[in-house]
Each structure stands twice: as C-alpha cells, then as structure tokens.
C-alpha cells in the first residue's frame, strides 16, 4: 500500500497531508525511542500510526516480528479503534509477536505468556489476556495487583489467525492457526485449526476453505 492509498491521506487537502506525513514520521521516531527505552526487540519494516502504550517489566520479554503494523490512530482502519495499542508484559513474563502481524487498537497483556504467530491479523480494539488481573477471592481483591502467572493461562494464537473487531481471547486460549473468530466473541479454551468460530463463549460453527 502506498502512503497516499491509507484512508488517513485521502480527501486532505495539501497542507493536511504534509502535516499527516509529518505527523507519521514523528510516529515512527516516537516509537522507536518507545523500544529503545522499554526493552522491546521489534524486527525490520514495522509500521506504526499513532505511538503504542508499551510497558515491560524486569525480567519480561516483549519481542515484535518483521513488517508488524500497529494501529493506534482510529483514522488509519476502516472500522476505527477507540485507543492505541496497549502491549503490557508484567515481571518474567513473554509476549512474543510473529511477522507481518497487524495490531488495530489491540490490547495484549502478559502475565505469563502469550505468543502471537505469523501473519495474525487482530481486529480493532481485541483484547488478549493471560490473567484475570485480579484475585479469585475477595481477600487482597483490590491491592494484591495480579494473580501470580500459571503456564496453563499461556495464551497462543497461531499463524494466519484473523479475529475480528472487539474480541476478548482469555487466559489458556489456543487458537490453532489459519482461524477466524467472529467479531464481540470471547475466546475460552482450545479452537481447532482452520475453524470458523463465534460467540461467547466462542464456538466453531465452520470450517475455514483450504487455499485454492
Ligand atoms: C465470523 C465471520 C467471519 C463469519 O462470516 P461467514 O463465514 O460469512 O458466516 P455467516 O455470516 O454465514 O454466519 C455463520 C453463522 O455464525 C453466526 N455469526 C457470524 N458472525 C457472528 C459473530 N460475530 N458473533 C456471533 N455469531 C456470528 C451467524 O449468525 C450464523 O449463524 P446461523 O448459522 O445460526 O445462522 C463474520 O461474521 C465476522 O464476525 N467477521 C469479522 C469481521 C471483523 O470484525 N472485521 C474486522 C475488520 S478489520
């Protein structure tokens, strides 16, 4: 896609679109200092509109593939988002993100662990969680900040996966590649690959067609 072609650039004015390019460049160096500064190892080619909300905590790893495209700007996505890209890993936890994935006013929050594979495509305003944030029971509710992490509450979503606008995916989700989960769904458990699921909690109601 060339610059011009994003809907952020289109019916502008000149001026506006100096500014939008400007405005676009300043992202990118913003971002970069963001990587810099949080620890974040980001592969080549990625793109971002808007500055993501990043936070990693000691002993966390938060790893981008190549070509990865961050949307935190509601003009620069069809359906528009209502924030920016939230990506938060708390102490010793992995958030690990493919290549060429698209992020659109996502929210990933690590606790323990969730990976991300190639060429996922998450929907505006998804949100993916390993933790409940907090406590089960009522004591220590309110201050005890979260849970401590569990491997069983990984969260993997596979490669070639697109889950659609709204969508919260919990603790223990696996999503098996080349999936599509309907928009508003909430996802618990295991999805098979290649499935068409929807819903809450998210059912597979078909089968995504084998590439041509
Ligand atoms: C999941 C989806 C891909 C299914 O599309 P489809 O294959 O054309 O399937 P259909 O529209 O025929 O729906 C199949 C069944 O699932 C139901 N369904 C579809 N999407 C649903 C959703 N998001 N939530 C709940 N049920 C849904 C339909 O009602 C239908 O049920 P029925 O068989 O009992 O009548 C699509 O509905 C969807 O949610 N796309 C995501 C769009 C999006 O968020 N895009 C982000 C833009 S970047």
Known sequence: MGINDNPIFVGRTLTEKLFDRFRLEVDQLRTRRRFRLTGVSA???WKVFGVPVITRKPGSVVTLGSGVVLVSR?????????????????PEARLVIGDNVGL???TICAVTSVTIGNRVLLGPDVIVTDSDGHSIAAEGRRSAGFPAGEESNAVVIGDDVFVGARTMVMKGAHIGA??????????????PPNSIA???PAKVVGTVPPKS
């Open 104 to 106: 659109s006013g996502s």
């Open 74 to 90: 509601p003009e620069a996505t069809a359906l528009g988002i209502s924030h920016r890209v939230i990506l938060r890993a708390g």
């Open 178 to 191: 080349g999936s599509v989960i309907g928009a508003g769904s909430l996802v618990l458990g295991t999805i």
């Open 43 to 45: 592969g080549p080619d």
């Open 198 to 200: 929807v819903g809450s």
